[in-house]
Structures are given as structure tokens and as C-alpha cells.
Nanobody
Framework: QVQLVESGGGWVLPGGSLTLSCAAS????????MGWFRQAPGKEREFVAG???????YYADSVKGRFTISKDTRKGTVYLQMNSLKPEDTAVYYC???????????????WGKGTLVTVSS
């Protein structure tokens, strides 16, 4: 059973930074592609960033250059460093693990419960 637990959400001013964490296990990180998705109020869940088994990273165009996904495999943890945050980044952010690539909302094997990020002045 794969468990994913997100943390690190909160409120931040526009232009600020926040780092999200996803606690999983070393076995999970070695077996699955890992990624982050988000769902804003009234919108569908969308891909944000992903890291394949070979550690190649992929980003949505809307966050490219501002967000960075990283993994500490020994700790079994995935991170999402978010810089230059904008109000439109406000959403519930979900950690995801998937046995296939690319990672799509409808095909994810395991989801975390999410953590809320609010960007507002």
C-alpha cells in the first residue's frame, strides 16, 4: 500500500516562496514516477511537475522557471519548491505516484490528500 502525505501548505504573499513536502517511502520513490498536481477552486485538477525514475523533470508551462521538483530517495520524500508565487497559484496541491508516464490526472495510481496553498495580499 502506497501512502503519500503532503505538508508545507499555507498562506503567502504574492512574490513569496513556499516549499511543499510529500512523505512517501524509499521503495515508492524507486518504483513510481512522482509528481505534483493542483486543483484551484472551480477548476479541474491539473499537472504541475513530475519526476521520472531517471530523475528527469517535467513542468507545466505555467510554473516553468518558478517551481522545482526534487526527491530525497533515502528519506522517501518529494519536494516542490515554489518561488515567485502568484495569486493564480492558489490551489490544493496533491502529491501523486504513478507507474506510467506521462502522468495524467485520470491515470494516477496513488494520490495524497492534498495541502492548501493560498497566495494573496
Amino acid at each position: 500500500q502506497v501512502q503519500l502525505v503532503e505538508s508545507g501548505g499555507g498562506w503567502v504573499l504574492p512574490g513569496g516562496s513556499l516549499t511543499l513536502s510529500c512523505a512517501a517511502s524509499e521503495r515508492t520513490l524507486r518504483r513510481y514516477a512522482m509528481g505534483w498536481f493542483r486543483q484551484a477552486p472551480g477548476k479541474e485538477r491539473e499537472f504541475v511537475a513530475g519526476s521520472k525514475w531517471n530523475n528527469i523533470e517535467y513542468y507545466a508551462d505555467s510554473v516553468k522557471g518558478r517551481f522545482t521538483i526534487s526527491k530525497d530517495t533515502r528519506k522517501g520524500t518529494v519536494y516542490l519548491q515554489m518561488n515567485s508565487l502568484k495569486p493564480e497559484d492558489t490551489a490544493v496541491y496533491y502529491c501523486a505516484a504513478d507507474s506510467s508516464w506521462p502522468m495524467t490526472t485520470s491515470g494516477i495510481d496513488y494520490w495524497g490528500k492534498g495541502t492548501l496553498v493560498t497566495v494573496s495580499s
